[in-house]
């Protein structure tokens, strides 16, 4: 207790002027602390604050007559100066407590950070404890100008302090994912004060958080070179390949093609399960690891990023390097090393920051599973066409049946694993060519008005567009046993508001093209608006007719409510939804996908999962997004294969009859 050298000495480090002020609040609640560590006792604390303002400081040695224990009351008044201050114990036990001065601002980030408190690392909890004595002493009355200017540009310097380009976003950088901790996903009016009051003593930089994960997710792209790339009319055992194979057929020849390994004649070494080791060793040099980690260095220096997220692609790529010295390639012990590279990657990208690491993992995801099914000694390609449909990889080939794998990283909210994949290229694959364009991505597209194919419900006018409609809607639901889900008067409804919604739309675009034909940004900005207008007494009229259970019926429980929502349902999305209800149950070609996942489970380890496809509707999540925006041309219906819906009743089979799921028995239609 009477170690008061090194008392003052930790107080003069702690304040950041490094003279202790015992008229400061702040100060006193830093000595206040010290004296905690130091197990003096609470009744021997305020006793010395109750007659700090009668010391002088410089006699260290007159700390000692204040070392006596004395009895006290819950709390106790302290004068210091001219003001009260309350310390003291509310209970009256052991229990600690702070001196009564934090700023209501501090208090809400403080608030904030204690929520998320299990989430960080003791070095981050260390950060955030001394960045919160800093924004304390930017609203202290008492500090002096010098001081506060020393504290802003401590939290831009040693916690990475910026804003977002509306200036209501804190951020503190170095927690790297945990940087919006104090200000949330959205900004607070508490955070933008902190931000003006930071600016207006020292330069701010603007952080565009989107820009810095867009940049990691260019840079992860991976990149075989287009000198690897072998089209099958380039080489005839490849033409033999595609040829072979009847799921091929189903797409674009266009499309057809891989990144592949040569031999000294220029000539494809296929299969690759033959030739393992030089297709590994094409994917792990491939420059996208070495550009991200270039990149990532560029933000660490920039205080934009934690140095881990460098650190961990560092050690990863050695790993990767080694796996071929180390192990025989093809051997499951290469495959298992690969794994655990790529899990460790992982795990030190998100400890790092898991805003990056998401950017990174969901463009690295395919080279994890190609990498460990070339490491097995299995027959795998990467298509070479960035728009190959549903595939990212091609497993089986040569010696086997193809299967196109969707490689897919982190579930993103809800049911969604990844990115979900436009319903366009899934339905590319059907096996009915009448079928395989039928969805398109966004309202008043040509050729897809109303997001699906126009020669399905469009007419020369709005009577014949009615009729269409009504025969659309009947003989799409009828052909897998879902005529019941509207009756003949619904299907009226409906197909009536589709025309008129068909006639606005037509019209919208035809005022708007008129006046401004060139800019098609602002076009399609003036079309939403002009939309905008009119959609919400569509969406009313749908959403008296389709209820949640018939939505269920169309595309499954687990999808209901993206297509029944709280201002109704978008005629659009409802014309997507109906199609797309017969194009899953019918598209055969389902069955010839699978679905790798790659995610964080809710007890956050690394999870590694590839499940078959089916044509069950409720295995996908099923979402819509209809509207052409700025950098983004709509998408349509959107699907991301989760494999959580519960079976359909009824089976449909290829010869068109119905069964029973459950007894297998034939159904009438």
């Not at 021997?44 to 009668?54: D, F, G, I, S, T």
């Not at 540009?153 to 990475?160: I, P, T, Y």
Request: aromatic residues 6%; neutral net charge.
């Amino acid at each position: 207790m009477n170690n008061f050298k090194e008392i003052l000495n930790e107080l003069s480090y702690r304040v950041s002027t490094g003279i202790p002020d015992l008229t400061n609040e702040q100060h006193l609640i830093k000595l206040w602390d010290i004296l905690q560590e130091h197990n003096w006792s609470v009744e021997a604390r305020v006793e010395l604050l109750k007659n700090l303002n009668e010391i002088d400081f410089k006699d260290k040695a007159a700390f000692a007559k204040y070392n006596a224990k004395h009895k006290m009351r819950p709390t106790t008044k302290v004068k210091i100066g001219n003001k009260d201050t309350t310390v003291g114990d509310e209970t009256g036990d052991d229990k600690e407590k702070d001196v009564k001065v934090k700023n209501k601002n501090v208090k809400d980030f403080e608030d904030r950070i204690n929520k998320r408190m299990d989430s960080l690392s003791e070095e981050q909890k260390e950060l955030t404890k001394n960045s919160l004595e800093k924004m304390n002493t930017l609203y202290d009355d008492n500090a002096t100008p010098e001081q506060q200017k020393e504290a802003a540009q401590w939290l831009v310097d040693n916690a990475g302090f910026s804003t977002n380009e509306n200036r209501k976003k804190a951020y503190l950088n170095k927690l790297g994912g945990m940087r919006k901790i104090i200000s949330g996903d959205a900004g607070t009016t508490k955070s933008a004060d902190l931000v003006n009051k930071v600016s207006s003593l020292v330069e701010l930089k603007t952080f565009d958080a989107k820009s810095v994960k867009q940049g990691f997710t260019t840079k992860a792209k991976p990149d075989l070179g287009n000198e690897n790339i072998v089209k099958p009319n380039e080489d005839e055992n490849l033409q033999k390949f595609f040829d072979k194979n009847p799921l091929f057929s189903k797409v674009r020849k266009g499309l057809h093609g891989i990144y592949g390994v040569k031999d000294e004649d220029g000539k494809v070494k296929i299969p690759s399960s033959e030739h393992s080791k030089d297709y590994l060793e094409q994917s792990i040099n491939n420059p996208a690891l070495q550009n991200t980690i270039d990149y990532a260095k560029q933000q660490a220096e920039a205080g934009t990023t934690d140095k881990g997220v460098q650190t961990s692609l560092e050690e990863h790529q050695k790993r990767l390097q080694n796996v071929t010295k180390d192990y025989d390639v093809p051997s499951q012990q290469a495959a298992d090393a690969i794994a655990n590279s790529y899990n460790n990657l992982m795990v030190g990208l998100h400890k790092a920051d898991s805003d990056v690491a998401n950017s990174i993992m969901k463009q690295l995801a395919e080279n994890n599973l190609y990498e460990q099914e070339l490491a097995k000694g299995e027959e795998v390609y990467l298509p070479s066409a960035p728009n190959f449909p549903a595939g990212d990889k091609i497993k089986g080939g040569t010696l086997e049946r193809v299967s196109l794998v969707s490689c897919k990283w982190g579930k993103t909210s809800g049911r969604i694993y990844g990115c979900p994949a436009n319903s366009k290229t899934i339905c590319e694959l059907h096996q009915d060519k009448s079928k395989q364009n039928n969805q398109g991505q966004y309202l008043g597209e040509k050729g897809h008005t109303l997001v699906i194919n126009d020669d399905l419900i469009k007419g020369a006018n709005k009577e014949e567009t009615i009729q269409k409609t009504s025969k659309f809607i009947e003989d799409t639901l009828n052909e897998v046993n879902l005529g019941d889900t509207f009756s003949e008067d619904e299907r009226k409804q409906i197909a009536t508001s589709v025309g008129d919604y068909m006639e606005d739309v037509d019209r919208i675009k035809k005022e708007i093209a008129d006046s401004n034909p060139a800019d098609k940004t602002a076009y399609w900005k003036s079309f939403d608006k002009k939309v905008s207008q009119i959609e919400d007494k569509y969406k009313k009229k749908m959403g008296s007719i389709i209820t949640t259970e018939k939505a269920g019926k169309l595309i499954g429980e687990n999808n209901a409510k993206n297509l029944v929502q709280k201002g109704g349902v978008k005629i659009e999305a409802l014309m997507s939804a109906i199609e797309i209800s017969n194009n899953i149950r019918t598209n055969e070609s389902l069955n010839e996908l699978e679905h790798n996942k790659q995610y964080y489970d809710e007890n956050g380890e690394p999870k590694f999962d590839t499940d078959k496809g089916t044509q069950n509707p409720d295995d996908y999540s099923i979402t819509f997004r209809t509207k052409r925006t700025a950098g983004r041309t709509g998408g349509g219906c959107q699907m991301s294969y989760t494999g959580d819906g519960k079976p359909a009743p009824t089976d449909l089979n290829k010869d068109g009859s119905v069964v029973d799921h459950k007894t297998g028995k034939e159904r009438e239609v």
